[in-house]
């Protein structure tokens, strides 16, 4: 591993991390008026897939998005100001948590309807392709979204085209509460990526290193139109599906099953991976706080977005 | 216009493409079966011999997938013209046309917007039955960032596909089967029909039939023959569903105080009961009648002609409800439809004598 990539992930990790952490210690001043769903456990997958990626690659994603938003380089401050619904925010307040975009950073969207913006994704190199560009285009999707129609119906056309896409699946075993073996059958879903003619591998999601490697050795076979690929990288969501607490006193996971992925936390992981100092770990995390506690400054501050927003013809481009 | 060229309606439609495509190098089309021998009732044959493969595409059978692929590519400056054989076919692509490209402006805050045609057929006849030929219309034109193009002159056909090939937003373009048939002067050159103003296309005084699509060509021979009985019906071809040409309407049910509106779908929940309670809560008092309106009957479309000659409604159905609106004597009107010589031997589920199915 060539020198940086480590410290890089390592930031990206522990901020998003602690962003997702002020948006759960803030929540319950029912400001934030919007559902949100947190990436905490996931973000190793987020930092590590877009540590691989050039500035004109895309990424798109679904509800659970403020990882690979932040990740690929969405602004921090439009990002909360769109979850506190204020006219800064990136969205204009229009979007809230679950409807993200920062075209700066060829963040191009993220929508909660699973599996709506795999074509959508799919669509913005199939235009490259006959626009003879060569950027990728990466979706993040849950292991709950293979299931969607639209997914298989992507694989298919994506590798008949040979579209440069790169599919990041992140496999959480939960959608919503019900488990993985209550929706699919014992499946590989490397292997449906395999029969549609993807290049298709797993991977640890916990270990950022891991994910980094894995998807640069995805995006070499896609740069060298090879096809696209399909990765699966094994994770665990901590917090409830959609909110800031926790919600194992449901009963649908077990309190082991919880502390057995909690110490595999990607955090630590890479802590130790990096072999970082203390003094370099303190002075991220200090230098993040203060950017942290302006970004939430700034949407608490900012505007609501005005009255004569409600307009039907803003539903309509001049 | 001073063209005498008349051509078909699927002419017209192959020809806007073509035109658009020649025009601009990211107007591009795709569909299930857009570059085989038949080129989706002949609206895109040849195109993919003159334009190749990279701008007319064949797809694989996944609406939705490639609803949203078309989505990505006009997000990304490209300006795709989906094509669906049958409307009810783009039925498996509803999430993506209106989860995604109706919203993909607004919610995002205007920051991209979608220029996508979505052309779908729509139908009446040769017993299509229950899921080859909806008129979904009012589906389409209830959700807030589509458009909704439904031309009756084939003229309009390709005016109306420039303008829509050209709008910024997502359009949803509905060609009526039987307008494919229909024929028309049509301008060689390039033209645009504005989208959202309706065209008046027979003058009157008496009442005002608002109509759309194939339904509209139906009304304009009514107002015709109802001349014979001394009516004079205004007609106002709609052209566009949304947004509605609401001044048009307005302006002429003031001057004929009736409205029947005449639409190719249901009823329940239909553009005609939006129509009249445009104008109803506007200003009843313009009306000297109670209004009327023509659809469907609120069940599946049957396949038997034994069973669609009582389905769905026509000339006869159209200078009726016109006479009840005025109470005017109706007694004559099969006669006049069985003297005149343009309407003579066609079956109710054909738009004339030369078609002879399959279609």
């Known amino acids: ?318 | 216009m001073p063209s005498k060229r008349v051509i078909t309606g699927a002419a017209a439609i192959q020809e806007a493409i073509d035109q658009s495509m020649a025009k601009d190098p990211n107007v591009f089309v795709v569909g299930e079966g857009v570059p085989d021998p038949k080129g989706v009732f002949g609206t895109t044959v040849g195109l993919r011999e003159k334009y190749g493969k990279n701008r007319v595409w064949d797809m694989p059978l996944s609406e939705n997938a490639m609803t949203g692929a078309a989505i990505g590519a006009a997000i990304s400056g490209m300006k795709p013209i989906l094509v669906h054989q049958r409307l009810d076919f783009a039925l498996l692509s509803l999430d993506q046309i209106i989860n995604n490209a109706a919203k993909w402006f607004y919610m995002f805050g205007g920051q991209q917007s979608v220029p996508l045609v979505i052309r779908m057929v729509i139908g009446h006849g040769w017993g299509q039955g229950a899921q080859h030929s909806q008129n979904l219309q009012a589906l389409f034109a209830h959700i807030p960032g589509l458009k909704v193009v439904m031309p009756s002159q084939p003229a309009d056909a390709k005016g109306l596909l420039f303008a829509s090939i050209q709008d910024p937003n997502p359009v949803i373009f509905l060609e009526h089967r039987w307008i494919h048939s229909a024929v028309g002067d049509v301008p060689k050159k390039f033209y645009t029909t504005p989208i959202g103003k309706a065209n008046i296309t027979h003058k009157g005084s008496d009442i005002t039939i608002v109509s759309s699509s194939y339904m509209a060509l139906e009304s304009l021979r009514a107002a015709q023959l109802l001349a014979k009985l001394g009516i004079s019906a205004e007609v106002i071809d709609l052209r566009t569903i949304s947004p509605l040409d609401e001044t048009s309407i307005f302006r002429s049910v003031r001057k004929t105080g009736r409205l029947l509106v005449v639409d190719s779908a249901w009823t329940n929940g239909g553009i005609a009961g939006e129509i009249i309670t445009r104008v109803v809560t506007k200003d009843m008092s313009i009306l000297k009648a109670m209004p009327a309106r023509i659809g469907l009957p609120n069940m599946p479309t049957p396949s038997s002609p034994g069973l669609t000659k009582y389905y769905y409604p026509n000339l006869e159905t159209i200078m009726k409800s016109v006479c009840d609106v005025l109470r005017k004597d109706a007694s004559s009107i099969k006669k006049i439809i069985a003297e005149d010589p343009s309407l003579q031997s066609v079956p109710h589920d054909v738009p004339n004598s030369s078609y002879m199915g399959p279609f």
């Open chain 1, 1 to 318: 591993m060539e020198g940086g990539h480590s410290e890089k992930m390592y930031e990206m990790l522990l901020r998003i991390r602690m962003v997702e952490e002020r948006i759960g210690e803030l929540y319950a001043e029912q400001q934030m008026r919007c559902p949100v769903h947190l990436s905490i456990g996931q973000e190793a997958v987020a930092a590590g897939v877009c540590e691989a990626l050039g500035k004109k690659d895309t990424v798109m994603s679904g509800h659970r998005a403020h990882a690979h938003y932040l990740a690929k380089g969405g602004n921090l401050k439009k990002m909360v100001a769109e979850i506190y619904g204020r006219e800064t925010g990136c969205c204009m307040g229009r979007g809230g948590s679950m409807h993200l975009v920062d075209l700066r950073a060829n963040f191009i969207g993220s929508t909660p309807i699973v599996g709506g913006t795999i074509p959508i994704a799919m669509g913005l190199v199939w235009a490259a392709k006959m626009k003879k560009e060569k950027q990728v285009s990466v979706i993040f999707l849950g292991e709950g979204t293979t299931e969607e129609g639209v997914f298989h119906e992507s694989l298919n056309f994506a590798a008949l085209h040979n579209l440069r896409v790169l599919f990041v699946c992140e496999n959480n075993l939960y959608s919503v509460y019900t488990p993985l073996n209550e929706r699919q059958s014992n499946r590989p879903r490397t292997g449906i990526a395999k029969a549609n003619g993807l290049y298709a591998d797993v991977g640890d999601g916990n270990k950022a290193l891991e994910v980094y490697e894995k998807t640069q050795k995805a995006l070499q076979h896609i740069r060298s139109d090879r096809g696209p690929a399909f990765l699966e990288f094994s994770t665990y969501r901590w917090r409830e599906h959609c909110g800031p607490n926790y919600d194992n006193a449901l009963g649908y996971r077990t309190e082991e099953e919880f502390e057995l992925w909690k110490k595999t936390d990607p955090l630590v992981q890479l802590e130790k991976a990096g072999k970082f100092t203390e003094e370099y770990t303190v002075s991220v995390r200090s230098r993040l706080d203060k950017e942290i506690a302006e970004a939430f400054a700034f949407a608490k501050k900012s505007p609501y977005p005005k009255k004569s927003e409600i307009n039907p013809r803003l539903s309509y481009a001049e």
